[in-house]
């Protein structure tokens, strides 16, 4: 369980993130939000990337530390795939998988056969050793995907990891998420209503800042005023952010 209590972040004297508390479990946790609405901001401070200015957030009881220099452990049971990430450009795939393996301190004997294992699991072995520059963006996301999955974490946090990718190669990030949401507590921030309804299992609507709404898709859709599928969740997400009366 990962348990988040009372997280407020500003940027200067904007207020960002106000208060957010949540219990976050194995699964498919999404976060659902307009644009701006603070979501990659709490995805950061989940990851560790970012310090929030009051409250905690623990992972099966343990809290984490978010002070540089202290005892950091806790995160390297947290993946993370941000929206866009660095890299050297010539790195070849498995090399960046292993980089990352280095990063979350894997014992240097299971590096090689963890990352067989997540390159083999996001279809990029054929690929394992071509530069990350001559990746497709698709490709390049689960490149990264294999880098937030090679230290097996407990969590996994992905910020809107289909955006810009074409129709076949957001199912197939679907279907690799369903994979991996079985043991893992996985979120997903995004605005696209296709993500929710493909993965969702618990939904989080973020606005301004503070969490509107909890609950499972048929909950939301439940306040969508009678349509079904993607009709209904848009309503009743519109519902939840005072769009929809
Ligand atoms: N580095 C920064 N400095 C100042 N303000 C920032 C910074 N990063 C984000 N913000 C502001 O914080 C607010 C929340 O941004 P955030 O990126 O967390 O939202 P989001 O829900 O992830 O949006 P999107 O869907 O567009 O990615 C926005 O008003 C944004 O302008």
Redesign the pocket.
Known sequence: MLKVRDISFR?GK?D?LTDVSLDLTTGANLFL?R???????LMRVLAGAARPHSGEVHLNGEPFSFTLGSDRRILRRVGWLPQTFGFPPRMKVAEFVAYAAWLKEVPSSLVPERSRAVLELVDLTEKSRQPLNSLSGGQLRRAGLAAALVADPDVLILD?PTAGLDPEQRDAFHELIRQVRQEKIVVV?T?LLEDVEALAEHIVVIDHGTVRWTGSPAELVSHGGGESGLGGLRNGFQTMIGQRS
Do not use: D, R
């Open positions: 940027y904007k960002v939000g644009n701006g609405a603070g979501k990659t901001t809107e921030a605005h």
